[in-house]
């Protein structure tokens, strides 16, 4: 299968690893995903791999992503990387490869390694290329160097209390797909009084409102889940359609409650 766009919604693999990692991709692909996201900070590329190739799927038919770190952005030390990356995962290429952070301080000119990235893609090891954690300023800046059709998407952190509205709307209007990280809020979202009253009003979960309100605007989430039920509940959650009344409230939660933010990270749009 050769995939044209990122496939809705995503097996985020964040502190999985090991049993507990395999058998959440092969369940996950059991009940229909097909896009599965890593990235070599998580170490666990190897285990991804081997719970591909294991689950009966071809590899044809799965859009995999893996990232690259902010310490491999040197072209060379990029390049050998995604090498690395590829051996792990028992695979020729990846169907998608993101820089994980842009390069603190700017350290590494970042013509610098989008034209690795570039390269790497040239090289047919990368179907796509894309970012993630670029504000408004970076996602130009690339689009400047590599040109506007380059770059797939830009993966950001995208739940209730953390909207990402400007960064999310400037990508859309560039035509760049936004892809939604930790859309569940590591749980929070099960919590809120608001999600729980419009879950029940549709005799459903509150992540899969969430997940049903992420994908209506227009973003792919990456939800990660160790249980066949909670897999089979986000795949279900593409079905539901959310009134204006409903996304209205769930707008009115955005408190800019950013989970992802360590001392290397961009200065945020807020």
């Not at 049993?19 to 991709?25: A, E, F, H, N, Y």
């Not at 170490?43 to 081997?50: F, P």
């Not at 992420?214 to 959310?242: C, D, F, H, W, Y």
Request: hydrophobic letters at 40%.
């Amino acid at each position: 299968m050769s995939f044209t766009t990122l496939p809705n919604p995503g097996l985020g693999t964040y502190r999985l690893e090991g049993d507990t990692l395999k058998q959440s991709i092969q369940a996950a692909l059991a009940c229909g995903f097909r896009h599965i996201d890593t990235a070599q900070m998580y170490g666990n590329e190897a285990d991804v791999g081997a719970a591909i190739a294991e689950s009966g799927v071809s590899r044809e038919d799965i859009f995999l992503t893996t990232k690259v770190w902010h310490d491999k952005l040197e072209p060379q030390a990029l390049k050998a990387s995604v090498d690395e990356s590829l051996a792990r995962l028992g695979s020729d290429y990846v169907d998608l490869l993101l820089i994980h952070w842009p390069s603190p301080g700017d350290a590494v000119p970042m013509a610098d390694y989008l034209g690795a990235l570039r390269d790497v893609q040239q090289a047919g090891k990368a179907r796509h290329i894309g970012v993630s954690n670029f504000t408004i300023a970076q996602i130009d800046q690339a689009v400047d160097i590599l040109g506007a059709d380059a770059l797939l998407t830009n993966q950001v952190e995208v739940h209730p209390f953390l909207q990402n509205h400007k960064v999310v709307d400037h990508c859309q209007r560039l035509g760049l797909t936004v892809t939604g990280y930790m859309p569940l809020a590591v749980g929070k979202v099960m919590k809120d009084d608001t999600l729980k009253r419009i879950a029940d009003e549709h005799g459903a979960t509150p992540a899969q409102i969430t997940l049903a309100w992420v994908v209506s605007r227009g973003i792919v989430a990456i939800p990660s889940s160790t249980k066949a039920r909670n897999l089979q509940g986000n795949m279900e959650a593409l079905k539901i359609e959310l009134s204006q009344a409903e996304r209205d409230a769930i707008a009115a939660l955005d408190r800019g409650e950013r989970i992802a933010d360590p001392d290397f990270a961009p200065n945020w749009d807020e």
